[in-house]
């Protein structure tokens, strides 16, 4: 491709609406222009990476007996009615009404449309298991759409829907798609880690999420760096308890404190750090009132609450309830003397000495609170968020907190969607059982953003040779200079000749211009074809990541870099790592 007549509006200027590095790059390289909120066109050189993500997917997808099809993104609203998806997915879904008057919804992923088809075209164990996939437009009315195609509202994914007849059978498939996936994200160049998502209380590690290591990712996560254990840090299991040693605190006494309600305003007012303060928040677990006590610099975990009530649904509780809870308005609750049948506290609160927390009273505090002196004891259970610092369940050595971008999830849904869809197979007795179903997604386009932000500078995207939208850019100083402009055309010709994916800029444009966009743009090899080189009867040679340059015979050039391209193509397989 020429650079004369490629359509790749470069931008100079970051433009305002992008915050973070892929989201900038992606508009300055001419990948993608923003057409509304959260939806973008993907111009050629975006394309073509995006076209590459895809098919190392799809070649994963096929080696580990994946089968490609094509499900549309309109969709019956029948079966997601019958899952009770419908109403639960909420305004994420984008619903309307065709000119008949009936509802449709667009698909913001396919489970229910796939077993729907599986249910009635698979009727024999001898049938299964089936692994189906495709690489599709999804949807999602994302409240807030940000960090470009990060969080966008239409985006590219990958799923694939396993079919198994038993729960051995979805272990093999979930094994197959764990290589898979491992796999794919190495071909692409990308530096990723695989975090629990389920924690382990709620039946068996069920879920597994792919990381992208990023310093803007939207998932907090948690990893030990001597055993590889990695978890999202509301799903990572807290299973060190400090050890409380014996109180020694003054009795414990009633502050005056006078509007101070939030722990940051205690922390002013007291001179107490949050890690001494008790913080009571009172929730309601399927409608009955709980407390739930932390320490103050702590966040509390909402699944993890859930599970330690063995309750369906936990919300924080209204005024009213707090007010009949704890006898005081909001901001004031503590655990001397609370109300409440159900009081549950985390595993750090018996270690607090000298405590603080309200009095259960209008602008009211007690200080020197020790637990089991003054208050409880409780019943305690992991209620936290993981943070720094944490041990790790498997070895206890601390965790390492990181940030990372979700590029792919592997899912065990057992037989939650077979059993409303009537997806059932008939066993070698004739007795009919649901399918045993995973689901495993990978965020295309997001992958693509994630590679990004791994493999790039201040100047510009420097792309791994996998998923770079051309392999080489053979750059002419001067294009009004005959031998030059013959030179980088000769060369261009034999690159292709040798199917390398070139690109030749012979813009009649200042030198400057043309380093400046080759960097940006991020291709691998760049080929600079100018007088100071060709007067040695050679042209330079510089890798995008690399600082130095240096020259090369003109008649060795396309073979040397066909020989890198190679190279580098090998060091991105799996195999040969
Ligand atoms: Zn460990």
Known sequence: MRMSEIFAPTLREVPAEAEIASHKLMLRAALMRKTMAGVYTYLPLGWRSIRKVEQIVREEMDRQGGQELFMPALQNPEPWQRTGRYDDYGSEMFKFKDRGGREVCLGPTHEENITTHVADEVRSYRQLPKLLYQIQTKFRDEIRPRYGVMRGREFIMKDLYSFDADQQGLDVSFERMYEAYCRAFTRMGLDFLVVEADSGAIGGKVSKEYMAIAGIGEADIVVCEKC??????????ITARPEASACECPPMSKVETPDV????QLERFLSVPAGRMIKTLVYLADGEPVVALLRGDRELNELKLRNAVA??????????????VTGAPVGFAGPVGIKCPKVI????????????????????HY????????????????????????????CSNPLVAKKGIEVGHLFKLGAKYSVPLGCTYLDDKGESHPMVMGCYGIGITRCVAAVIEQHSDEKGIIWPMSVAPYQCTVV??????ERQL??????????????VEALIDDRDERPGVKFNDADLI??????????????????ELKMRRDAQARLVPVEDAAEEIKAIVDAEMDRLEPCKR
């Open 486 to 499: 013959e030179a980088g055309e000769a060369l261009y010709a034999e690159l292709m000749a040798a199917g």
């Open 228 to 237: 590889g254990y990695g978890a999202n840090v509301e799903r990572a299991e």
């Open 476 to 481: 002419v100083v001067n294009t009004t200079d």
């Open 311 to 324: 309750a369906r649904e936990v919300s924080l509780a209204d005024e009213e309830t707090i007010l009949r």
């Open 522 to 539: 991020g291709i691998p090899i760049r080929v600079t074809v100018g007088p100071k080189g060709l007067d040695k009867g050679c042209v």
């Open 345 to 364: 506290a985390d595993f750090e609160i018996p270690a607090i000495m000298c405590g603080v927390s309200g009095a259960n009273e209008k602008d009211v």
């Open 261 to 264: 309600r939030t722990i940051e």
């Open 367 to 394: 200080k020197d609170l020790c637990y089991g002196r003054d208050f409880g004891p409780f019943e305690l259970a992991d209620l936290r968020n993981a943070v720094e610092g944490d041990l790790c369940p498997d």
